[in-house]
Structure formats: C-alpha cells, structure tokens
C-alpha cells in the first residue's frame, strides 16, 4: 500500500524504512515515540563536538556541556509553565521520578494511619511506590475508580479523599483508555484537606498543552522518549518550598556541599537531586524535542489525533470480532489511544501477525493490571496515533486486521 506523507512524516527517519518487507505503520506511541532527525542530529552532534561532564570543568567542552544541561532545564520549565528552572528535577524515566517522590517525600510525611489515594488507572509506576510507601509506613491505600465512560468517579473523588488523605496519585492521560482526566478539580479536593497531588504525566505531555501551575500540581512527572526525545531523560517538575524541604534521593557526586568524615551538606535545589553524571546528551535531545513539538503546536497535534480517531473507530466499530475498551468513540478529552481485542484471539498472537504486516501495536496489560481486571481482561491490545500518522496507516492496520482471525484458522 502507498503511504501519503503528512507534513511531518518526512521528519522521522525510522518510517521511512520497511518493517517485514511493508511501510512501517507504528502504532505504539503509547510506549515511545520515534524520533524527528532534529533530535537524532543534537544528540549526534552533542556525541560528536561537545562530550564532558557537566558542572565539573573550567575547560571549554565542559562549559558547553554545562549550558547545555541548564539550557534544557529552562527549556522544560517554560514547556510546561513551572514557575522556577529549580523547580525542574531531571531523571533517568518517569518512573524514577514518581519513585523519587514517593521515596523521599511519602517516606518522610507519611506516619501510620494515613491514607494514600490512587486510581486504578494508574500505570504500575504510580501504584507499586505507593504500595511499598503504604506498608512501611502503616498507611491505607485507598483507589478511586471509573465510571462506565472510562471517567474517573466523582463520587469516589469526593468521598474517598478525605481529612486522612496525605497523599493523591493519578495519571493526568490513562495509557489504557486514552482519557484526560480533570486533575486541577482533583488537586482542589486534595488541597482542601491538606493533601498534595501527584501526577503522572507521562502520556499528556506529547499529546495536549500542560500548564503545571494551572492543574495546581505539587509534583508532576514524565519520560522524554514518549515526547520525540532520546531515552534515558525524565522530567520531575515539584514545587519549589516541598522539594527544598524533601531528603535526597540518591547520594554521590554534585548533589552534595560539603563532605567531612563523618556528616555531609547537600547542594542547594536542583542540583540536592541530581547525583551523579547526568545524561547531557539526552538533555540535548529533549531540547530538540520540545523545539520540535512546539513548532508544531499542540493544538494541531490534537486535531491529527482526534482526526485518526475519527476515521478508525468507525472502521473498527464494523468488524463484528472487535472489542472495543473504555471509550469507542472520539471525544474532546481523549488522546490517540485505542485499546480492543479480537474474538477468540490472544493479544499477542494478534500483534505478532499484525507485526508480519508491518503493523506495530502494544499487546498485554501494559502495566496497567488492576484496571485491565477492572475491565474484566487480563490483557488487550492497543493502538496509540501520534502526530506522524496517517489515514493511510489506519488502513493498513484494519486491512491487516481483517486477516488475523484467517491467519489461525477461523472461517470468518
């Protein structure tokens, strides 16, 4: 099948080639996004002309590394409006990031009978923290659910945070159903009991605008390779007065003041949680990815995400052997993200065979455990657009589809 360039395509090396002898249709931005040539050329050329430790030299490769570093910590911070470069905590993923939080914050202000409130949305990374969290310190783990739309329940948000709430974690976007969740109306309710909000952000930043003063985030977290950028760098956004009353994390080189034989002070906000040799070269990238992204602009990285699900879940909603999960229609508060089963078929034979027509897709319960059996599965696939995607990929994909069932035997 010939694939029609949109006007961003052509950026992205990887699809240009051929998966099984077909035009790569990716499908899998859920997990991580390919990468525009802008960012594989600063990385490169990072690599190529500037490679040295940050914060450690008065040599000139050094000093480059070193503005490159803090060029990209400004950088984030005016992506997703923090009010202070300082406020801007770079990790290895979003998943170090929530447990940074969980660890150094939730082990220090947690005390037994406390209750720490989740949904059951949420990825492993904002569950499994907050379990060890809730055992070592005698808390409660409480979960708010969803409604039959995927929404989360405002009943369970108005009554399950409470005067005992410490903690709240939720996912702004889940990477299940593809939902925007209202997390300014949940900060509220949180800061009303005197709770802070933490929230996941790993699959809202590549998709819709973010604005962490606006939702009233206390900490918000997110991994660069979902957003164009290089693997390896996250984000953790917290506020300035909590972090800078928060322990360390990880200890070693750079996060420290003074070291003597027996005490040590630690290096003032960001630098108390950046032990370490830091990923300059990934810091590079993710300039370039926000550069990227912000020339496109979200609102038109939302109009080509709710186009394709426009044209694919009608299509999807015609094959008789399609289970469709959470949300199967497109709605203004859903990004890109479509998650079905085929009758009778497991995930993964539904992927590999879709793999053999050059289809990528995510199959299993994409650490989403507790709402996959909350939706009565244990795994499903799922197909997740980005911005590079086309009407085109979407036919491939269904064509392709079509065949699984004939693939393994069924007459249908």
């Avoid at 030299?57 to 570093?69: F, M, N, P, R």
């Avoid at 940074?100 to 037994?112: K, Q, T």
């Avoid at 659910?145 to 009943?155: K, Q, R, V």
């Amino acid at each position: 099948m010939e694939r029609r360039n949109n006007e961003y395509l052509q950026d992205f090396p990887i699809l240009q080639t051929k998966m099984n002898g077909r035009p790569i249709v990716y499908l899998d931005n859920g997990a991580t996004t390919q990468k525009p040539e802008a960012v594989i050329k600063a990385v490169a050329d990072y690599c190529t002309y500037c490679n040295a430790n940050p914060h450690r030299g008065a040599y000139e490769l050094s000093v480059k590394a070193t503005d490159i570093y803090e060029t990209a910590r400004v950088r984030t911070q005016q992506f997703i409006g923090a009010a202070r470069s300082e406020e801007i905590i770079f990790t290895k993923n979003a998943t170090e990031a929530l447990n940074l939080v969980a660890y150094s914050y939730g082990r220090a202000n947690i005390r037994e009978g406390d209750e720490i409130v989740i949904t059951v949305s949420e990825h492993h990374s904002n569950i499994v923290p907050w379990q060890f969290v809730a055992k070592a310190r005698g808390a409660v783990l409480k979960y708010i659910y969803i409604e039959e739309d995927g929404n989360l329940s405002a009943t369970d948000i108005a009554s399950k945070i409470t005067d005992k709430t410490k903690i709240v974690a939720v996912t702004h976007v889940s990477n299940v159903l593809g939902l925007v969740n209202d997390v300014r109306a949940i900060a509220d309710r949180a800061h009303a009991v005197g709770a802070v909000i933490i929230v996941d952000g790993s699959q809202s930043v590549p998709h819709i605008a973010v604005d962490v003063q606006a939702m009233d985030a206390d900490f918000f977290a997110f991994s660069g390779h979902k957003m164009l950028s290089p693997m390896g760098i996250g984000v953790l956004y917290g506020k300035y007065d909590i972090l800078d009353a928060m322990p360390p994390f990880l200890f070693g080189g750079d996060m420290i003041e003074y070291v003597g034989e027996q005490e040590t002070t630690y290096a003032e906000l960001p630098a108390k949680f950046e032990a370490g040799t830091q990923n300059v070269s990934g810091a590079s990238g993710l300039i370039a990815a926000i550069d990227y992204l912000e020339k496109v602009g979200f609102d038109r990285i939302e109009a080509i995400e709710h186009d394709l699900l426009a044209y694919a879940l009608p299509k999807l909603r015609e094959l008789p052997f399609v289970e469709l999960y959470g949300c199967d229609s497109a709605r203004d508060n859903k990004t890109g993200i479509i998650t079905f089963n085929v009758k009778d078929i497991h995930p993964h034979d539904v992927s590999t065979i879709l793999d053999s027509y050059g289809v990528a897709i995510r199959a299993g319960h994409h650490c989403a455990q507790p709402l996959m059996r909350y939706l009565g599965q244990n795994a499903t696939c799922r197909a997740s657009f980005y911005l590079y995607n086309t009407h085109e990929d979407v036919d491939q994909f269904i064509e392709a589809l079509k065949k699984v069932r004939g693939v393994l035997g069924y007459g249908d």
